[in-house]
């Protein structure tokens, strides 16, 4: 279904690059170039990286990948553990993680992650239909991760409801030659790191990582075995350019525990579920992946950006055993082959007060294979064939012009232009299930930035969102037969502040706070299936809204004249997440996000390189059904953490959940959940972890 045309995203976008060429040259001195004369300065560091957020009007986050090995970190939701806005916990300890930025993601689909798009090195890792099922990013092997929550992250040419996570490798020209990382604790986790590097030339280098983990799981059935490889290579033809080549192997398999009724976790948390032993749950992915990024100085203020990605994934997937009176009724077993093609460009350009950025992003997904019947984890026979493509070409632009020396404006777009294809064969008689659509939109952006002192800004935005269907939420639809889904879409208001300041005496403060509210037509969510249970109903709401308040903040206070240091951090995230005036659920809560959740630490650092403190999790009730009728319970958990750094070693200790509290990590969604329902997934007892890093 065409919204509008998309030959005026690119007739816009080249409009507006011609317009501002031709206008005159202002130099406003807050502004700096974004590229010199030497390729070096392309060569990111974290004040490049707070310049560029400071030219945002809305909600982004930096994470130092640094900081994550002072502390335990076995997934991406504990890198996103202090980002205000975004909600994420593992299921039950291992890789497999649910997040959900600003209300994305809040049905039962939850398993494809869709509505937060993945980058690595400025190339998708999210497929071209838009979900994360197949592989979620490892955080440590990331330099670090940009978090732009919904329309924020249109620099990158996202547009979706949670908008984006960029992550950034480390290469052997912004890190140590030789480093050493082993992390081990509570319930058999073991996590063991080798990276080496080298400079041959001054025009070349490489950097490779080799990793092994093992977890065997506070939950019965939830171990997990994984062993990656990471490398990239830099060449630089010359002193304006620079190529680097990226390869990927990630080889991991998990048991799922199954999620459990309000009985069995009353009875024992860290069961396994009863159908996830006898259909012997797996997800076991094999992920090559190999890509190309490539920066070029065009002039003096000018630069170009242009690379191409290739992923091939192989999933292994028993999933669902059905069973009556201990006759297996239904099973499901997913093998699978992927293959994910990516492709970007970007021209950035200072022109006179006028930073320009325009973009084009490509993106093709298949995935062949078939849908078994489950067997004890092996396939019994093929039950339907499955052929799936997805498409998505974008086009963006974006102009903040420096039309004062306190006062940047924002204009920009982004046009969308994707194509959905699901064909299903039924395998005995051979007839074709199919969904197929087209999905074209625009959608503008409008905001300002007044800068109040050095290092304060207020911000404020107008933006549209866009995001068309998965092929997970085309594959089973609540309407049967082939109705097409329409694309979700919406606007979005954010206004806010964040600021940083170094005072005398080595005080430094940093905060940021988002106020947003989005207006959704045509959200898209899905419930469980009640005739078959584990596939799910996906369906158009006419409308929701989704709001909230996100609060960071990070200090550093001195204490007294020896030079300690302490060190609090918050992230409040309140969320108010509903649907508006829908003819079954009136203005009911979304269920899955809780209402409020506040996490923090409090740590002292000495000069020596010593560190202690605690840490804090607060996290309200939330809904386990959009019938709002499964109610599941606040938590607060408390935890503490210690270490000692210098230049080339460190170390850590981190205790979890000290208190021993027994608490829901993850719910699933039904339509109206009740107490047999299985939707409850235990968080983490009690648990040390230890961390040794050494760098030479």
């Known amino acids: ?83 205000p806005g975004v909600w994420s916990a593992s299921a039950y300890g291992g890789d497999s993680i649910f997040f959900s930025s600003r209300g994305s993601n809040l049905d039962a689909t939850d398993y494809d992650m869709n509505g937060i798009v993945l980058l690595q090195d400025g190339l998708p890792v999210t497929t071209a239909d838009g979900n994360n099922h197949n592989r979620i990013l490892d955080p440590l092997s990331a330099r670090y991760a940009t978090v732009a929550r919904g329309a924020n992250a249109l620099e990158y040419g996202v547009s979706t409801l949670g908008g984006s996570i960029a992550f950034a490798s480390p290469t052997a020209r912004n890190s140590d030659p030789l480093q050493l990382f082993v992390n081990a604790g509570s319930f058999g986790q073991l996590l063991a790191r080798g990276t080496l590097g080298a400079q041959f030339s001054d025009n070349t280098d490489g950097l490779l990582t080799i990793e092994g983990k093992q977890w065997d799981g506070y939950r019965d059935h939830s171990e997990e075995r994984r062993a990656g490889l990471y490398g990239n290579f830099g060449w630089r033809p010359s002193e304006r350019t620079e190529s680097r080549f990226f390869v990927t192997y990630v080889d991991n398999d998990e048991q799922l525990p199954g999620a459990l009724t309000r009985a069995q976790f009353d009875a024992d948390p860290n069961q396994a579920a009863p159908d996830a032993l006898t259909g012997n749950y797996q997800k076991n992915v094999d992920t090559l992946r190999v890509a190309n990024h490539t920066i070029m100085q065009v002039g003096e203020n000018g630069r170009l950006e242009f690379g191409v990605s290739f992923e091939h994934q192989s999933l292994y997937h028993p999933i669902v055993d059905v069973r009556f009176g201990g006759v297996q009724v239904f099973g499901l077993l997913v093998d699978t082959t992927s293959r994910n093609y990516g492709g970007v460009v970007r021209y950035t350009n200072r022109i006179g007060s006028h930073d320009l950025l325009l973009g084009l992003n490509y993106g093709q997904s298949a995935v062949t294979g078939g849908n078994y019947w489950n067997d004890g984890g092996q396939p019994a026979f093929l039950m339907q064939a499955v052929e799936e493509n997805a498409t998505s070409l974008t086009a963006y632009a974006l102009d903040r012009w420096h039309v004062a020396e306190r006062v940047v404006f924002e204009l920009g777009f982004q046009g969308v232009d994707a194509m959905r294809d699901v064909a299903d064969t039924d395998a005995m008689s051979g007839a074709v299930d199919e969904s197929k659509g087209y999905f074209s939109h625009v959608t503008p952006r409008a905001g300002v930035i007044y800068t109040v002192t050095n290092g304060v800004d207020l911000f404020a935005s107008v933006s549209g969102l866009y995001e068309p269907p998965t092929n997970f939420q085309l594959v089973d639809l609540a309407s049967g037969g082939n109705h097409l889904l329409d694309a979700m879409h919406g606007t979005v208001l954010e206004v806010g502040a964040r600021g940083r300041t170094d005072a005398a005496g080595g005080k430094r403060l940093s905060w940021e706070v988002s106020l947003y509210h989005a207006d959704i037509r045509d959200e898209i969510l899905s419930i469980d299936d009640p005739t078959a249970p584990g596939t799910s109903l996906a369906t158009n709401i006419d409308r929701t809204t989704h709001a909230g308040i996100e609060a960071g903040f990070g200090a550093d206070l001195p204490i007294g004249t020896s030079g300690a240091v302490l060190a609090p951090r918050l992230s409040v995230t309140i969320n108010d997440f509903n649907f508006d005036g829908d003819v079954y659920y009136g203005d009911n809560r979304l269920p899955a996000a809780p209402r409020e959740a506040l996490r923090g630490e409090v740590i002292y650092k000495r000069p020596n390189g010593f560190y202690i403190g605690p840490t804090f999790d607060v996290v309200g009730e939330r809904f386990g059904d959009f019938a709002n009728t499964y109610r599941v319970d606040s938590y607060t958990l408390f935890g503490l953490r210690t270490g000692w750094a210098n230049d080339r070693w460190s170390t850590f200790a981190e205790l979890v959940n000290a208190g021993d509290e027994t608490y829901v990590g993850t719910v699933g969604v039904r339509d109206v959940a009740g107490p047999d329902s299985p939707i409850l997934n235990a968080g983490s007892p009690r648990a040390i972890y230890l961390g040794v890093q050494g760098r030479f």
């Open 1 to 83: 279904m065409r919204c509008s045309s998309f030959g005026s995203a690119l007739t816009m976008g080249v409009f507006l690059l011609a317009a501002h060429v031709s206008m005159p040259s202002r130099v406003v001195a807050q502004a700096a170039p974004r590229a010199s004369s030497d390729i070096d300065t392309i060569v990111v560091t974290e004040r490049a990286l707070n310049e560029e957020i400071d030219l945002v009007p809305g909600g982004v986050t930096l994470v130092d990948a640094d900081e994550l090995k002072q502390r335990n970190t076995s997934s991406l939701a504990d890198l996103l553990r202090y980002v």
